[in-house]
């Protein structure tokens, strides 16, 4: 894939399925994604334009095509089932590209058709007693690396693979760190000179996208990714570990932990059967690198004393182990379906990270009015 985060990309038909008791579709299989198309529309072989879950088609576009009333409302791309058979995507015509380029399988064309990812709105929050400042993001607290979806990396996976499997959380994305400072002041110059050398560094509260608050610049007065640093004494574990003696930790340009805030009040029909809100680890950037998962567990679980993403398997990788925990997964006790499942190399490197979405999660999502998988 030419990007990694792509939701409208060029694709070949690998294969097309009949569908029992229809006359009029099938089902086409692109990578490891799945769509109902007219019968006899495409062929295997044929490439093709991919808008997948997610995807925000312009209407223009939809009305052309004569898909308007099949996408859910912002005009998204929805998952629906039909006749027993998903269908995930939407497929659209190479045709309605310029002709002025030879396309690949892989190319994204987000740009070009005019279609991007929905991202739900982000409040804008003010600092403690309304206070508003000017906020200098450090380009040291890193976003998080945002995976794939593995429909769109088929093969990622073999055999041959150690994984980590873990359950993945219908949440909020969190982000906790202590952090080199992107500017010293003249007090920090004079700690540092008389040998402190953690007055380099601050801590840093964040969700995916928007950095919350920090030692240097303020915090707010409420939201909930202070509130859980708050439950968990995050801030302090986190000194502690870096100035601990018995370890002496380098961590270059700071470290950084990347969880999950779940629980009452946090998305829509997904409070987990929760009265309050939770955290649970699931990634850390040490030195300016991801820790592998065996290591991430040991240091989010074990030393900082705190909760670790449930591991449903850790072990070869194979298909049969992979759909045992995706399909007909629900929350304990309850009739709503699981998200889905994160799967990590043992080695942690990115390139070999990838998500995998329950079908069942996307068509209860749709009914509910749910916000679509992040």
Not at 283 to 299: F, T, V
Not at 330 to 356: C, L, Q, W
Request: glycine share 8%.
């Amino acid at each position: 894939m030419e990007n990694q985060n792509s939701v409208c990309f060029i694709a070949k038909i690998s294969e097309i399925r009949e569908i029992p008791d229809a006359q009029n579709i099938e089902q086409a299989l692109i990578g490891g994604w799945e769509c109902i198309v007219k019968k006899d529309s495409l062929k295997v072989g044929e490439l093709v334009v991919c808008a997948t879950t997610d995807a925000v088609i312009p209407v223009e576009l939809s009305n052309e095509m004569g898909v308007t009333n099949y996408l859910r409302k912002g005009n998204r791309v929805r998952t629906v089932k039909l006749k027993g058979v998903y269908s995930e995507c939407l497929i659209i015509p190479l045709e309605k590209l310029p002709n002025t380029k030879k396309y690949e399988v892989g190319d994204d064309v987000m740009d070009i058709l005019g279609i991007h990812k929905y991202e739900p709105p982000v409040r804008t929050l003010e600092l403690g007693g309304g206070r508003k400042i000017k906020w200098t993001d450090n380009p040291n607290f890193s976003i998080y690396y945002k995976f794939p979806n593995l429909k769109n990396k088929p093969g990622m996976f073999t055999t041959d693979d150690i994984v980590e499997i873990t359950r993945k959380i219908h949440g909020t994305n969190a982000r906790y760190g202590i952090i080199k400072k992107n500017k010293l002041s003249i007090l920090d110059r004079i700690k540092k000179l008389f040998g402190n050398k953690w007055a380099e560094y601050e801590f840093i509260v964040g969700s995916h996208n928007v950095e919350k608050g920090s030692d240097s610049q303020g915090f707010y007065d409420t939201n909930v990714w202070y509130d859980i640093e708050k439950k968990y004494d995050i801030k302090n574990k986190l000194w502690n570990y870096v100035k601990d003696k018995t370890i002496r930790p380098e961590i270059g340009n700071g470290i950084t932990i990347y969880g999950e805030i779940y629980g009452a009040g946090i998305q829509k029909g997904y409070d987990y059967g929760l009265k309050d809100i939770r955290f649970a680890g699931f990634d850390i950037i040490e030195k300016d690198r991801y820790l592998n998962p065996i290591n991430s567990k040991l240091l989010i679980k074990n030393i900082l004393d705190l909760p670790y993403v449930d591991v449903l398997h850790f072990g070869s990788w194979s298909q049969e182990v992979q759909d045992e925990f995706v399909f007909d997964n629900f929350i304990y006790g309850t009739k709503t379906p699981e998200e889905g499942i994160v799967i990590k190399h043992v080695t942690g490197e990115r390139s070999k990270v990838a998500k995998v979405i329950n079908p069942s999660y996307l068509i209860y999502g749709e009914k509910n009015n749910i916000g679509d998988s992040h």
